[in-house]
């Protein structure tokens, strides 16, 4: 389901980045990322405490639904009273009243959008996600289409994929209206998952600053034409990368909450490197192709006027993009499981603090490529923060067999891929994937990388 929703996400950079000019899509960039930010920080603390109180409330989940729903139109009205205070200086930004209004629906939809995806998940209910997902891709891409057709702009792509979260919701969400009844709201899971999802939702906050503080910086220091290549090779990255790892993570996470909460304490650390090293073996290869074909993709995928500068930062962003997904999905799971998630967010204040320094002392001297190194920066020195900091809690496996069998797995495929004739269009490169996916495959069959053997024959 999640490659799917990637292959909807790459489809809308192509059409975007040839029916929108730089300057264009540099603002709904910047807008996308200012809706994504709020949402983040008001709504994502319900998404990330239903991760860790649904499952063991599988039996009888209206008490967190209860908390859930009470949650969400805390988190709207927050939103709303927020809007309603900068609307007056909305001019200021060179944002017309519309625009920003669309933003608001943006950023409740999408937090309702993310909570139907989280409940889908806890349930186990692939089916359901894919269909949320693929919806509210298809939805955006198609409404986004139509409304630029007919002259809309920047603000036809944002109004899209406002259309696609409503569509989403109302067409497969359950409850989409989230009812508030006041007589279920349980006061004490309501606080306990509160002081959980808090420090996440700072957490996210800082995450999101070194997601999209590049973007603003980007587009102050260097004009928001330059905004433009820096969010379509992060975005492509991201949406390539970041479900290949995002998927294990998925499907991991509810049972090592289940071994934990049953004091199961083998289990736990069994299915936990199970988990670190699935997302070694499979992001890294991914992540290390995606700069390998950066030139390839771009020709194929961005319009003329993003490709040169996208294919230049594709390669940085993708190491960054790996090695942030490893940080969320396996070491910061250490924190989450023993409910000490505020240092979750102390160490995202430490990512945000290098890539702002970083980005305002690079930017003017290097140009849009300073952006994606100190990113990578950034999400370095989290990985090793998380890791340092989470052996105070929880004694992980070494997974250093692991990374270097798939280093050495991914260094072999990308020399024969090196060594291939150099050449161009999508047929060769889909030619040049399908062997570099063959030639991976052996290697990890042969050193058994993550235990490939076992799951080829299952």
């Not at 409503?166 to 006061?187: M, S, T």
């Not at 991914?286 to 771009?298: E, T, W």
């Amino acid at each position: 389901m999640r490659v799917g929703n990637g292959v909807v996400a790459i489809a809308t950079l192509a059409v975007f980045t040839r029916l929108l000019s730089p300057e264009e899509y540099g603002v709904y960039a910047l807008g996308m990322a200012v809706a994504t930010v709020a949402s983040g920080v008001l709504f994502q603390w319900l998404n990330v405490a239903i991760s860790r109180f649904y499952p063991p409330h599988l039996d009888d989940p209206s008490k967190v639904m209860g908390v859930v729903s009470y949650g969400f139109w805390v988190a709207t009205a927050l939103a709303t009273s927020i809007f309603i205070g900068f609307f007056p200086f909305l001019g200021v930004f060179g944002l017309e009243a519309i625009t920003g209004f669309a933003l608001l629906l943006i950023t409740i939809a999408l937090g309702r959008h993310s909570l139907a995806l989280q409940l889908a998940n806890a349930e186990s209910r692939p089916k359901r996600y894919g269909q949320l997902s693929w919806t509210k891709g298809g939805g955006a891409l198609l409404a986004g289409l139509i409304s630029i057709h007919y002259g809309f702009g920047e603000r036809g792509a944002l109004l899209g994929f406002l259309a696609g979260l409503v569509l989403a919701v109302i067409a497969f969400a359950p409850n989409p209206l989230l009812r508030l009844k006041f007589d279920i709201v349980d006061k004490r899971l309501a606080e306990n998952m509160f002081r959980y999802g808090l420090p996440l939702a700072l957490n996210n906050l800082a995450i999101a600053a070194v997601d999209v503080a590049d973007r603003f910086m980007i587009g102050i220091l260097l004009g928001v034409a330059q905004v433009a290549p820096y969010a379509v090779a992060y975005d492509l990255a991201q949406q390539t990368v970041g479900p290949m790892m995002n998927v294990l993570f998925l499907a991991a996470f509810p049972l090592i909450v289940q071994a934990f909460d049953s004091a199961q304490d083998e289990i736990t650390r069994k299915r936990l490197h199970s988990l670190g090293s699935n997302l070694i073996a499979f992001g890294l290869p991914v992540a290390a192709g995606i700069g390998f074909f950066a030139g390839d993709i771009s020709e194929i995928v961005f319009g003329n006027n993003f490709q040169q500068d996208a294919a230049t930062l594709m390669p940085l962003l993708a190491a960054a993009i790996f090695i942030g997904a490893f940080k969320s999905y396996y070491l910061d799971v250490v924190f989450q499981l023993h409910n000490a998630t505020k240092h979750q967010g102390h160490i995202a204040i430490l990512m945000a603090a290098v890539n702002i320094f970083l980005n305002l002392l690079l930017l003017p001297g290097h140009g849009v490529v300073a952006a994606a190194w100190a990113t990578l920066a950034a999400f370095t020195v989290g990985a090793l923060t998380s890791w340092v900091w989470g052996r105070s809690f929880y004694r992980l496996i070494s997974l250093g067999k692991d990374l270097w069998r798939s280093a050495g797995a991914t260094a072999t495929m990308l020399l024969v891929l090196y060594l291939l004739p150099s050449s161009s269009g999508i047929v060769w490169l889909s030619v040049k994937i399908s062997v570099g996916i063959v030639i991976y495959a052996v290697l990890a069959w042969a050193l058994n990388i993550a235990e490939f053997r076992r799951l080829f024959k299952a």
